[in-house]
T-cell receptor, first 112, second 113 residues
Framework: GQQLNQSPQSMFIQEGEDVSMNCTSS?????WLWYKQDPGEGPVLLIA?????ELTSNGRLTAQFGITRKDSFLNISASIPSDVGIYFC????????????FGDGTTLTVKP | DGGITQSPKYLFRKEGQNVTLSCEQN?????MYWYRQDPGQGLRLIYY???????QKGDIAEGYSVSREKKESFPLTVTSAQKNPTAFYLC????????????FGPGTRLTVL
């Protein structure tokens, strides 16, 4: 099946720094989704991307749908302690099938 | 408030016992999903259902069973055939209107002793 490579696996940064993480795939997707998961909770959708090349922002978060449709990145600017958590990318090939392929996540730690 | 509820939050069972995890949503979503999450890994799809009385296997369906008798409910049974059932289980729902943004419940942590 399809697989997503998400990197880095973990990040330790100082409060106020910018963060960048990405996902790559060997096959194309029609939709890219970015989620954040707090410990012991379900993931929460941050940003959804539907077109190749699309750049979308949500507050301090910015995500892009790669032009090849095989990758996506998420940037967080001016990190704050509540940004701590696990960030997942997910790709969908058929938007009507409801099946998402998830990356293994990037664990973000922000030091005050 | 609309949302997805999963119960219980923590569940302990003895090896060899079947156990059923509850998932209820009042979002009027047609599609529902079950995922399994292991430490340091992403979410893997167990089963999904696009409409009532219909469901399909995901990537790791062996040892699990589901039912979808009502739009609001999608219970997951972890059977004794599942070799490594201890995990964090997440239920999600979405409206299959072409943009499948899935909304997740809080999860159930199952520990098999």
């Amino acid at each position: 099946g399809q697989q997503l490579n998400q990197s880095p696996q973990s990040m330790f940064i100082q409060e106020g720094e910018d963060v960048s993480m990405n996902c790559t795939s060997s096959s194309i997707f029609n939709t890219w989704l970015w989620y954040k998961q707090d410990p012991g909770e379900g993931p929460v959708l941050l940003i959804a991307l539907y077109k190749a090349g699309e750049l979308t922002s949500n507050g301090r978060l910015t995500a892009q749908f790669g032009i090849t449709r095989k990758d996506s990145f998420l940037n967080i600017s001016a990190s704050i302690p509540s940004d701590v958590g696990i960030y997942f990318c997910a790709g969908q090939l058929d938007t009507n099938a409801g099946k998402s392929t998830f990356g293994d996540g990037t664990t973000l730690t922000v030091k005050p | 408030d609309g949302g997805i509820t999963q119960s219980p939050k923590y569940l302990f069972r003895k090896e060899g016992q079947n156990v059923t995890l509850s998932c209820e949503q009042n979002l009027n979503h047609d599609a529902m999903y079950w995922y399994r999450q292991d430490p340091g890994q992403g979410l893997r799809l167990i089963y999904y259902s696009q409409i009532v009385n219909d469901f399909q296997k995901g990537d790791i369906a062996e040892g699990y069973s589901v039912s979808r008798e009502k739009k609001e409910s999608f219970p997951l049974t972890v059977t004794s055939a599942q070799k490594n059932p201890t995990a964090f289980y997440l239920c999600a729902s979405s409206t299959p209107d072409g943009y499948n943004e899935q909304f997740f419940g809080p999860g159930t942590r199952l520990t098999v002793l």
